[in-house]
């Protein structure tokens, strides 16, 4: 299988890095290099996000052709798609809906960081908030 995209500057670093991140946000994992080539979990995500489009009639547009799975919850309904077209690695956040939209890889991980430290703290003020 010969795949070609274009994954932008600060993916292909994170990649570099990092090459995935287990429990990256709750349950998501952000995947590995050579899981954006296919496999279960990348199987996964595009069942998770071509539900969801045909769900909303269409309207969130996703197209294997502008994008690929860069992460995927291992029991929940998230799934992270970046753009590959080298026009746009943006980012959007699909659970069932499109949650949010972020312009670059770099913006969804500052956010992503953001929310877990948020999840922290509401934790750390009420540590029985996970409990259910």
Request: hydrophobic share 40%.
């Amino acid at each position: 299988m010969d795949v070609t995209f274009d994954l932008g500057d600060d993916y292909r670093k994170f990649l570099s890095i990092s090459d995935g991140w287990r429990g990256f946000y709750h349950d998501v994992d952000l995947l590995s290099a050579s899981e954006l080539l296919g496999g279960e979990r990348f199987d996964r995500a595009w069942m998770l996000v071509e539900a969801a489009d045909a769900g909303s009639g269409g309207s969130l547009g996703v197209s294997r052709d502008l994008y690929v799975p860069c992460g995927v919850a291992a029991v929940d309904i998230d799934v992270f798609l970046i753009g590959v077209t080298g026009e746009s690695s943006s980012v959007r956040w699909i659970a069932g809906q499109e949650v949010e939209r972020f312009d670059s890889f770099g913006e969804f991980f500052e956010e992503m960081i953001s929310y877990n430290e948020e999840t922290l703290e509401e934790l750390r003020l009420d540590p029985w908030l996970g409990a259910g």
